[in-house]
Every structure is written in structure tokens, then in C-alpha cells.
């Protein structure tokens, strides 16, 4: 099979086209003809080096959709169309940067859609990530939204999820010249976000803060997304587009306002049992519906994976960077 595989730390360049040999089923792991796949930021740090325990020569991917191809487990015949992500994917075993992969039967989610395949992709990771994070901070009708980094697919989807329940939203971007766009996504206040704290742009809408927020930037923004909120409010820390892993000098009793919630989700929590698959049946029924939109960047083939990363790390995606399988 063909695979997009990194042999070593490095640029974008560093990913290579490459005929490996097609994995073998076997008990507890399924063989996935690889159809489409969204792209993420985790895996640029994993080509730089930065993924200290993933070991060389690995093919990246944390995320999939497809076909199963071959199984040991009678509950997933050939040809049931399944969702994966996370788990080790990409990371402790190879992932879906090739024309098949072979997964944990497991955290496999079979799918019943006829979404496209290229808006299927966009779904597994960002948007399952997005509505974990609304439930961790128990979004409810009436409260006031923040959603910081909103033009990144989480964001996006985070954006499209919220949109229309009763909430409020403000959605923060550094491009004055994606306001329209988040707008049309259902925002209802857009920010700018300057570097310099966005404390005072989200008191201009809410004079005592916001009730939620979503930081996807990560590292040392955390500590201003708490001075944005209003009392008692919460902040649900999900991303890391700051590429900033730590918060140097964070002393909780000094940073967290008195009565506020600062707290995280992760998307390794994405492919646990029932619960996943039911918020990944609801997530498809409303992109379905319309009632959702799927606000997908670029679509690359496998081949030109190379320059799907040149063009995530130079921040030009709005919204999901798909990749699409065409089997030889």
C-alpha cells in the first residue's frame, strides 16, 4: 500500500510517499481501507520532534474514516463504514496517512451517513472534540460564550454546535478579515484578538465577563481567558495552538479567580464506548439536517501531504484541512 510515512524528525518535507507492506488482521485489530482523513495540529508537533514517544519510522494520523476491509469481529463486516480517532493513532502504532490502517476493533465507530466522504473526515476528532468540550463546561441556554481561536476546526465546530441553543457567543480571531465569516457561522459577537489579553474586548460586550469559555490557544492565554470571566464562570482548556505545553509560574491561588472553574478536556477521551458513538450519530444527524455546518478549509490528496502541512503551519486554514484516499 501507499503511505505518507516520517522516517525522521524535521520539516514538512520529512513526510515520504512510500509502498510499505498492507497490515494482516488479527484478533482485537481491524484492517481499514482508508477513505479520508482530517488533518491536526498534534501532528505537525509529531513530524518536529516534538512527540517524544513516538518512535521512527511512524505514518501519522490521528484520525480516520473508511471501510472495513477485514475483520475478526462478526459485528463489523467488510465494507461497514467506520470513524476513528485517537487512541494511539499515529503515535503508538501507525496511522492513517496510507490507503489502509490497522486499528483497535474497539475504537472503531461504525457510521450509517451518505455525507461525503471529505465532510465524514471533517467530523472524528474536531468535532467530537468540541462537543466534549461544551459538556465539560455544561453549557446551557443563557449563558455567555467566548470561544477563543474560533476560525481553527475546533473552534469552527465548537461554533456550530453552540449556534442556535439559546447561548450567546463571542469568537475571538487575530484576521480582521475572517469576521464575516465567523458571523456567518452563527457568531454573534466577533473579537479581535491582538496578543494583548482579550479582557477588555469581551467586558465591551458583557460589562462583568463571560459565563464560558473555550481557550484553544493554550499555554499562558489560559491565565488571561480567567480574567475574562464573569463570576463563578469556567474556562475549558482544550487546545495548544500557542505551541506552548506549559504556563510557566502558574500558582492556582493566585490565577484562579475565587468561585471560578478552570478545567480541560481531552480528545484521547473521544472513542470511549456508547457515549462517543451517540455523540458522533447526533453530530451526524444534524450535519445531515443542515442544522450544522461543516466548515471544511482545503481538501488535499495523500500524495500532496507535504504541502497540507506547509499550509497548516503557515495558519492559513479556516476551519478543517481534509485529506482524500484514491485507492490504486
Same mark, same amino acid.
Given at each position: ?15 515520504? /510517499?512510500?509502498? $510499505? ?13 482508508v ?14 520532534? =516534538? +512527540?517524544?514517544d $513516538? ?13 472495513v476491509?477485514?475483520?475478526t ?7 461497514? *463504514? ?14 492513517? @496517512?496510507?490507503?489502509?490502517?490497522? /486499528? ?41 460564550? $467566548?470561544? %477563543?481561536?474560533?476560525?481553527? !476546526? ?12 439559546? $447561548? ?5 480571531? %487575530? ?31 458583557? !460589562? ?16 488571561d !481567558? ?27 491561588l ?10 480541560? @478536556? !481531552?480528545?484521547?477521551?473521544?472513542n470511549?464506548?456508547?457515549? =462517543? ?6 453530530? *451526524?444527524? %444534524?450535519?445531515e +439536517? ?39
Amino acid at each position: 500500500m501507499r503511505a505518507m510515512r516520517l522516517e525522521r524528525p524535521g520539516g514538512p518535507e520529512a513526510l515520504c /510517499l512510500r509502498d $510499505v507492506p498492507t497490515p494482516e488482521a488479527r484478533e482485537g485489530w481491524t484492517l481499514v481501507r482508508v477513505r479520508a482523513f482530517g488533518l491536526n495540529r498534534s501532528e505537525l508537533f509529531t513530524r518536529r520532534g =516534538a +512527540s517524544p514517544d $513516538v518512535r521512527l519510522p511512524r505514518i501519522l494520523g490521528i484520525e480516520c474514516v473508511g471501510t472495513v476491509e477485514r475483520s475478526t469481529d462478526p459485528r463489523l463486516p467488510a465494507g461497514t *463504514v467506520v470513524a476513528a480517532a485517537m487512541g494511539g493513532m499515529g503515535r503508538r502504532f501507525d496511522g492513517s @496517512y496510507a490507503e489502509f490502517a490497522l /486499528l483497535p476493533t474497539a475504537q472503531l465507530i461504525p457510521v450509517k451517513t451518505e455525507l461525503p466522504w471529505t465532510t465524514l473526515a471533517a467530523l472524528p476528532e474536531s468535532w467530537l472534540t468540541a462537543w466534549g468540550t461544551l459538556d465539560t463546561l455544561d453549557l446551557r441556554p443563557g449563558h455567555r460564550l $467566548v470561544i %477563543r481561536a474560533a476560525t481553527s !476546526s475546533v473552534g469552527m465546530a465548537a461554533l456550530a454546535l453552540a449556534a442556535g441553543g439559546g $447561548v450567546e457567543i463571542a469568537a475571538t480571531t %487575530r484576521d480582521p478579515g475572517k469576521r464575516a465569516l465567523l458571523r456567518e457561522h452563527g457568531a454573534d459577537h466577533v473579537l479581535l484578538d491582538t496578543g494583548n489579553g482579550i479582557g477588555d474586548a469581551v467586558r465591551s460586550v458583557w !460589562s462583568d465577563g463571560a459565563d464560558r469559555i473555550v481557550d484553544l490557544v493554550g499555554g499562558t492565554a489560559v491565565l488571561d !481567558s480567567l480574567k475574562a470571566l464573569a463570576p463563578r464562570g469556567r474556562v475549558c482548556n482544550t487546545g495548544i495552538l500557542s505551541d506552548t505545553w506549559t504556563i510557566p509560574g502558574f500558582e492556582p491561588l493566585e490565577d484562579i479567580p475565587s468561585g471560578a472553574t478552570l478545567t480541560t @478536556y !481531552s480528545s484521547s477521551e473521544i472513542n470511549h464506548g456508547d457515549r =462517543a458513538r451517540d455523540a458522533l450519530d447526533g453530530i *451526524v444527524r %444534524r450535519v445531515e +439536517s443542515g442544522a450544522c455546518r461543516v466548515g471544511i478549509d482545503r481538501v488535499f490528496p495523500l500524495e500532496e501531504l507535504v504541502a497540507a502541512h506547509r499550509h497548516m503551519e503557515a495558519n492559513r486554514a479556516t476551519g478543517k484541512v481534509v485529506a482524500v484516499v484514491h485507492h490504486t
